[in-house]
């Protein structure tokens, strides 16, 4: 069990359902319009903007730092590299630590020129589990469901609502 984002990553490719609802719930909470938050957000302030300009001031400052932590975290837990996962050769903004990694592993620009034909290499934001049901030892292994029925059930009428209750508050 932990709570720290940078343990968490990758969650789009295994729980694309799960991650639906996290961005509509995400966007909820940071007051997007069409959303159910937008409205009480949007009153709040109008409401400490007619009380004191400065006040408003920090309510807006404090609004746009919590939008951009919750997309920050979204970017990071859903489409994020998952712990144990290699660096994608292809990113861009990789660290002077990841491009060692990927040298000595040998998934580079080597001088293969990209025709080699190993098994590629696994990436962020996808699944690459070329298991087949089995584990490590052989072992069958039963998936486990995205969202069971009963959250689906919770979750999917909820995040209905949410998006009901913002086009019609």
Not at 32 to 53: H, I, R
Not at 85 to 90: I, R, W
Not at 153 to 162: D, F, N, S, Y
Request: cysteine-free; hydrophobic content about 45%; overall charge negative.
């Amino acid at each position: 069990h932990t709570r720290l984002i940078a343990n968490f990553g990758g969650l789009a490719g295994r729980m694309p359902v799960y991650s639906t609802l996290f961005i509509i719930f995400m966007f909820a909470s940071i007051g997007l319009p069409g959303m159910s938050g937008f409205v009480g957000e949007f009153l709040v302030a109008l409401a400490t903007w007619q009380y004191n300009k400065w006040a408003a001031v920090f309510t807006f400052a404090v609004v746009i730092f919590a939008a951009w932590y919750m997309m920050w975290m979204f970017q990071r837990v859903v489409f994020g590299r998952a712990p144990g996962e290699e660096p994608d050769p292809g990113d861009g903004e990789l660290t002077p630590e990841e491009r060692a990694e990927i040298a000595a592993h040998g998934h580079g620009h080597g001088d293969d020129h990209g025709h080699s034909h190993a098994m590629p290499m696994p990436v962020a934001g996808g699944s690459h589990d070329h298991s087949h049901g089995h584990d490590d030892h052989g072992h069958s292994v039963i998936p486990m469901p995205d969202i069971t029925f009963k959250e689906g059930l919770t979750l999917v009428p909820l995040a209905l609502l949410t998006i009901f209750f913002g086009v019609y508050p």
